[in-house]
């Protein structure tokens, strides 16, 4: 089993940065994608292969992957960021995709 | 437009079948490998079972081994999961989302459907 660990919670004032770090060994080797989920709604997908964007993304969303910790990087908050984060990640060895802890995003 | 459209949640008592169903359309679904994600109420995303475009190759979660079976029809851009012997803690929404193999990120996800299950 591979472990993904986000932090529970990142609060962040409007204007200002949030970085949501996921954590697994060796990550770095491997792509990871990162989804928004708002209250009551599904999932969508913010970045994909470590640090693309979707079509239809703000700019303000970022990512990274270095050594065993990924980055998603929202740049200028805003109020309509507030959601709860989740990383992902396909592990070839099992053939199977894994999940992070999930990070609430609270805009102050 | 891509979509998933699932059906068949509801309330159940502990010990009940439910049978979830998972329509896809606006995209070649007999390419797509299919999940079913649940999210338990206040907690996180859990991957509970996949089944591969062909159905070759079928995957559950150790929390459902041996009581869920998944399974589609691609000639109906079905997919189904069949859930018996269901426990309170299998309460969640139930997701169905698609994945290319190759790309292996979660691309189309339906709006959810709620399983309960109590007393």
């Known amino acids: 089993s591979y472990v993904l660990t986000q932090p529970p919670s990142v609060s962040v004032a409007p204007g200002k940065t949030a970085t949501i770090t996921c954590g697994g060994n060796n990550i770095g080797s491997k792509s990871v994608h990162w989804y928004q989920q708002k209250s009551g709604q599904a999932p969508v997908m913010v970045i994909n292969f470590d640090s693309d964007r979707p079509s239809g993304i703000p700019e303000r969303f970022s990512g990274s992957n270095s050594g065993n910790t990924a980055t998603l990087t929202i740049s200028g908050v805003e109020a309509g960021d507030e959601a709860d984060y989740y990383c992902q990640v396909w592990d070839s060895s099992s053939d199977h995709v894994f999940l992070g802890t999930g990070t609430k995003v609270t805009v102050l | 437009e891509a979509q998933l459209v699932e059906s068949g949640g509801g309330l159940v008592q502990p010990g009940g079948s439910l049978r979830l169903s998972c329509a896809a359309s606006?995209?070649?679904?007999?390419?797509?490998?299919i999940y079913w994600v649940r999210q338990g109420p206040g907690k996180g995303l859990e991957w509970v079972s996949y089944?591969?475009?062909?159905?070759?190759?079928?995957y559950y979660a150790d929390s459902v081994k041996g009581r869920f079976t998944i399974s589609r029809d691609n000639a109906k851009n079905s997919v189904y999961l069949q859930m018996n012997s269901l426990r309170v803690e299998d309460t969640a929404v139930y997701y169905c989302?698609?994945?290319?193999?190759?790309?292996?990120?979660?691309?189309?996800w339906g709006q959810g459907t709620l399983v309960t299950v109590s007393s």
């Open positions: 989302v698609s994945l290319l193999v190759g790309r292996y990120y979660f691309e189309h």
């Open positions: 606006g995209f070649t679904f007999s390419s797509y490998s």
């Open positions: 089944i591969s475009s062909g159905s070759g190759v079928i």
